[in-house]
């Protein structure tokens, strides 16, 4: 047994500090990223946010949304082949699991349209598997020049592992930290994710690749503290739950509307599309309700508003150099006030 002392720390443990600023209007700051990537050599731009691969959100309609933002969204694992739209393919990621049956499907898409498997992202929960990485360099040899990403990991060694043998391009970060998991409380396994933000990105960039931060983020400052940390992509669940766009059933009870939301993991997903909890398992995700918000596009702008106006509290003119303009002041637990 071996104890680490630094204290590691989550987006409710720090603010940002504000810093004086030459820019005048949250209407300068560029949203819009552009990545060039190490194994796949393709360049990608747009706003660097994703909506979850969870049946509940990465949904056609989402996309259709998003692609509007110039944002992606990443399709849940259960989406037919025949579904993936033909149009503006680099504003959708196709996710698979690390399966035969992933492969088979993945391969059979590829060979179908190559251009829908213009962005992969392999996704399981534990990504410290050996198997995960196998997977990856398989998917690698299959389309040479597409846009891979994998996780989920929030350590160094594992981040660079999957870069440098699993030739990922974008690594997902994140575990036990989403809204709906309770990988923390049935294993006891995670990481507060700032500081897998940071660790992650450094090791990252160290070699050539980006990161998604994953899970966590609850409300626009989140976003900014996760992109302020070092963050390329945020990917968000909870905050796109709940809308018109997201997947889920609406329930009304009396004069309130609510949609459903639920982890991957858990037991109203595993009836769904396993039917049912296989008992070498436990579930590790919950369901809840989620008021009903209405139309994404208001969340999105109230996002984008925000990231713009911590830019200008910072004097960040866009959002790659937010992190060399951030300073992280900890706090004791600021409790964000419900979202939404
Ligand atoms: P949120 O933005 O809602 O905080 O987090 C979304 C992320 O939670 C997803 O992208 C995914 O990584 C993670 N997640 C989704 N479902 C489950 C689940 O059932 N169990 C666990 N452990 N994580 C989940």
């Known amino acids: 047994m071996k104890i680490e002392n630094e204290i590691k720390l989550d987006f409710s443990d720090v603010l940002i500090r504000p810093k004086r600023s030459v820019l005048k209007s949250r209407s300068d700051i560029n ?7 190490p194994h796949s050599k393709q360049i990608w731009r747009g706003v660097p946010i994703i909506a979850s691969n969870m049946d509940t959100v990465g949904t056609i309609d989402m996309y259709e949304a998003l692609r509007g933002y110039n944002m992606m969204t990443c399709f849940h694992k259960f989406m037919e082949e025949n579904e993936y739209p033909k149009n503006d393919r680099d504003r959708y ?58 996780g989920n990991v929030v350590t160094r060694e594992m981040v660079e592992e999957l870069i440098i043998n699993g030739k990922v391009d974008i690594v997902k970060v994140g575990i036990g930290s989403g809204s709906v998991c309770t990988t923390r409380i049935q294993t006891g396994v995670g990481m507060p994710q700032l500081s897998a933000i940071m660790e992650c990105a450094d090791a990252a960039h160290g070699c050539g690749g980006h990161i998604i ?13 996760a992109f302020g940390g070092g963050a390329d992509f945020v990917m968000l669940g909870s905050m796109l739950a709940g809308h018109k766009e997201s997947g889920g ?30 008992n070498y398992r436990s579930s590790e995700g919950k369901t809840v309700k989620i008021e009903y918000r209405g139309d994404v596009s208001d969340t999105i702008n109230d996002l984008l508003g925000g990231i713009r106006s ?31």
Request: hydrophobic letters at 30%.
């Open 213 to 225: 931060s994953d899970g966590g983020i609850t409300c626009p400052g989140d976003a900014s503290k």
């Open 31 to 37: 949203l819009e990223r552009e990545f060039r990537f």
């Open 249 to 278: 059933e609406l329930v009304e009870e009396g004069e309130k509307k609510y949609k459903v939301f639920y982890g991957m993991s858990s037991s109203t997903a595993m009836n769904k599309h396993y039917g049912g909890v296989r």
């Open 93 to 150: 990621i196709i996710s698979v699991g690390i399966g035969d049956r992933d492969y088979e499907k993945l391969l059979s898409i590829y060979k179908s349209d190559p251009l829908k498997c213009n962005l992969v992202c392999v996704d399981i929960a534990n990504g410290y598997l050996e198997d995960l990485v196998k997977f990856c360099r398989r998917v690698r040899e299959m389309i040479p020049n597409c846009i891979l990403m994998a």
């Open 310 to 340: 911590t830019c200008t509290y910072v004097n960040s003119k866009n959002l790659k150099d937010l992190p060399k303009c951030t300073t992280f002041m900890r706090v004791n637990n600021q409790v964000n006030r419900i979202y939404g």
